[in-house]
């Protein structure tokens, strides 16, 4: 009886959040799952702890009951939209995987400050955060994976990349086990309003490009893309797969089929997954860096 109130209440969760979506309103979208997934899948957590001294600056804890590796998920949303929060569908999907789970949030546009590179400087401190902090959660401070979605794979890649940011945090890209990109832009050239307020002027774009570090002392890496996501274009994933192999980088790259943009995230979720295996992916990915 449980269990069948439990698939009502998902199937209603996905109808509901489905239309939500469709129809323009993604932050109720996304409230809806995350309030099914507390239903159905209550998890203990660690709220709002704070990684850095501004406002933006904290990150929430799904941790396993036992010690774990740890998945740092940063959330996309074109640099101007999401919260932590609202990611919880991603939280829940890595912890069934039997992950100890960190999401941060990290400044957005329209804050004057949420100029480039202010939200990769945010990745690293948050990163640096959970490598000193993780062990009182149950996560294994040697084994900590850095994953994200568009914008936040985009900064996922740009740290593990672009040496200075985990060296003003004391650290060094292979102080991560593995980065986990999901449909990220990571070289191109903005050409949309938001994305030239923050990464502009012109003169700048060069040093938002990831291709522009990579130097063969990167992180294990996984990218994952779809030929259906019209949003973030395929090359993105090709040149950076190719730069990374060229300097000998541990690197494996999937391109699906079907799978949209948002799609990319969502089915990261056994809610959502269809034909695609995007966490199976992932997982078997970062089970053979362990």
């Keep these: 009886m449980i269990k069948n109130i439990v698939i009502l209440i998902a199937v209603l969760a996905i109808l509901a959040a489905g239309f939500v979506w469709f129809i323009g309103d993604r932050d109720r979208g996304l409230w809806v799952l995350t309030t099914a997934l507390k239903i159905t899948n209550p998890i203990e957590t660690a709220d709002d702890i704070a990684y850095g001294d501004e406002s ?13 590796p740890v998945v740092i998920f940063i959330h ?5 939209h999401g919260r932590k929060d609202q990611y919880r569908f991603a939280a829940d999907a890595f912890y069934r995987q039997g992950y100890t789970v960190v999401l941060p949030d990290y400044i957005k546009y329209p804050d004057e400050r949420a100029k480039y590179p202010s939200f990769a400087i945010d990745g690293a401190k948050a990163i640096a955060w959970v490598k000193d902090n993780i062990s009182k959660y149950n996560g294994n401070a040697d084994q900590v994976f850095v994953a994200g979605h ?13 040496k200075q940011f985990l060296n003003a945090e004391g650290l060094a890209p292979k102080d991560i086990k593995g980065v986990i990109g999901i449909a990220g832009p990571y ?18 774009y060069p040093l938002m490009d990831a291709l522009n570090y990579i130097d063969g002392d990167e992180p294990s890496t996984l990218l994952l893309h779809s030929s259906g996501d019209v949003q973030v274009g395929q090359y ?11 300097k000998g980088v541990d690197t494996q790259d999937v391109l699906y089929n079907k799978p949209g943009h948002i799609d ?12 695609d295996n995007l966490m199976a992916d992932i997982h078997t990915f ?5």
Excluded at 58 to 63: C, M, N
Excluded at 76 to 80: D, E, K, L, M, Y
Excluded at 286 to 290: E, G
């Design 56 to 68: 933006w600056q904290k990150l929430d804890i799904y941790p396993q009951a036992e010690t774990a």
């Design 76 to 80: 996309g949303g074109s640099w101007r």
């Design 150 to 162: 568009s914008a936040g794979a985009h900064t996922a890649l740009m740290v593990a990349a672009d």
């Design 187 to 204: 070289s191109f050239v903005p050409d949309w309003e938001v994305t030239q307020a923050v990464f502009g002027p012109p003169k700048n």
């Design 236 to 246: 993105n994933q090709e040149k950076l797969a190719s730069a990374l192999k060229a």
């Design 264 to 275: 990319m995230v969502t089915h990261l979720h056994p809610w959502f997954t269809k034909d």
């Design 286 to 290: 970062i089970q053979k860096r362990l």
